[in-house]
């Protein structure tokens, strides 16, 4: 007579294998890292927000190069109603890029790009945020022959004005 065999086998559990996961995983790394370039970011320009000390009063300067102060007025809308430069009325974001770049030469060959006067943005709290866009990117450089040339050294906003 034959005796039985009761016991049921239990399934087989499948493992996964972690060992060549985690290998792969570390070649990819490597490959990513060696294969990685550093360039410099477009439109890369150096952004800060300050509070003035009190009401009309512009903060110290760390440059010798006067502040510029850009005002930005706006209609009810957002639209752009006008651009003033140190209190002096212009016509649009060209004539503004071309005044940055007149107080850069007027400046001298001795200031460096980094160097180059902190432009300050007085905004209507209600202006679209295109029109901010324009003016930053008419006064933080531009492309001559190629090359990137940085005008303003530094960008910074005046507090917005809810009022206006």
Known sequence: MRIRNNRRRLPRKDELATTPMIDIVFLL????????????????????????????????????????????TADRRGRLTGIRMNGRELADFDELRAHVQGFMRDAGSGVRSDQGPTVEFDCDYALDYEHVVDAVAAVSGYVDRGRVVQTAGKVRFAPARRGS
């Not at 294969?35 to 009190?54: M, Y």
């Open 29 to 72: 790394l490597v490959f990513f890292i060696m294969t990685f370039r550093i360039v410099a970011p477009e439109g890369d320009f150096n952004l800060s927000k300050t509070a003035r000390a009190a009401a009309g009063q512009t903060p110290v300067d760390e440059f010798q190069l006067p502040v510029i102060t850009v005002r930005l």
